[in-house]
């Protein structure tokens, strides 16, 4: 399911307060998808991470109650106790087997131990998948059974409509226009130490948009996967700037025409002209991928 769908469907999940886990692989934006729906709904969001905790940290410590001369449990201070929100279960499936049990009760009842979910708020859960070669454990089949699944898929069109959002460089975008594989490629078998992913391109991103004009030729920049034999470390993603030497132009040569066919996929729009753009009338130009 693509992210917009995802988005579409949790928020209905949400309000009849339903809980839901998201299945994906490493970096394709699940976590994103959540703080954005997050803040759609102007709600709270409480990540917790289940892979770092221990059984007695969900369940609370225990105490003395000197009154009633009883034991009882103490809530940890990541779980809400009042307001309205989403609480949500990272990686959930990379805890331990103990740590998801204790979560049983939380999941579906909505409490455990002494302590009671508010009623404004929902359970949220994410985690990767085991052909992922993700630190993943087996979902006890009775946790599983409280959840409704959805599984993740990356989408060029929903990320080429974030990228923008989220102010990525146009280069970049345009790349993924003309590499489309190339936004998430992840192949198991061959049990990568880079690849490429959504989360990896925000990073390209942001070194790319830091690099000085100086530091060297396009190509020279830093490739999608960071240092790692991936394709996508060995592909350049900047255009050839025409302020290039003779030698540096040769050297760019071979890789002429794709950046031509690159640029062709990023066109010049006014906003009079785009759903995205300012209101009639009012004449900004700026960069867009329309293609």
């Given at each position: 399911m693509k992210p917009s769908s995802i988005r579409v469907t949790l928020k209905h999940m949400l309000a009849k307060q339903r809980p839901v886990f998201l299945w994906g692989p490493p970096g394709c934006g699940k976590s994103d998808v959540v703080r954005q729906i997050a803040a759609d709904l102007k709600t709270e969001l409480r990540d917790?991470?289940?892979?770092?905790?221990?059984?007695?940290?969900?369940k609370g410590f225990p105490t003395i109650s000197v009154d009633k001369k009883q034991m009882k449990w103490l809530p940890a201070d990541f779980l809400p106790t009042k307001g309205k929100g989403i609480l949500f279960l990272d990686e959930m499936n990379s805890a331990p087997q103990s740590v998801q049990a204790a979560a049983y009760q939380l999941v579906l009842n909505r409490k455990i131990g002494d302590y009671e979910l508010p009623v404004g708020w929902s359970v949220l859960a994410a985690g990767n998948r085991a052909s992922d070669r993700s630190v993943v454990h087996a979902m006890p089949a009775a946790l599983a059974n409280r959840f409704v699944h959805l599984d993740f898929d990356v989408n060029v069109e929903d990320w080429s409509h974030w990228a923008m959002d989220n102010d990525i460089h146009l280069d970049v975008r345009a790349f993924i226009r003309f590499r489309p594989n190339l936004l998430?490629?992840?192949?198991?078998?061959?049990?990568?130490?880079?690849?490429?992913?959504?989360?990896?391109?925000?990073?390209?991103?942001?070194?790319?948009?830091?690099?000085?004009?100086?530091?060297?030729?396009?190509?020279?920049r830093p490739g999608a996967a960071g240092p790692g034999r991936h394709e996508a470390a060995k592909e350049p993603i900047g255009p050839v700037r025409h302020g290039d030497s003779p030698g540096q132009q040769g050297h760019h040569r071979q890789h002429r025409t794709d950046h031509e066919v690159r640029r062709a996929h990023a066109r010049r729009v006014s906003n009079s002209l785009h759903p995205l753009g300012n209101p009639p009338?009012?004449?900004?130009?700026?960069?867009?991928?329309?293609?």
């Open positions: 917790v991470r289940l892979s770092l905790l221990d059984p007695i940290d969900l998430h490629s992840f192949d198991a078998n061959t049990n990568p130490r880079a690849f490429p992913t959504p989360r990896s391109w925000a990073f390209v991103n942001d070194i790319y948009k830091n690099s000085a004009p100086d530091q060297g030729p396009a190509d020279d009338g009012q004449q900004v130009d700026r960069y867009e991928i329309v293609c």
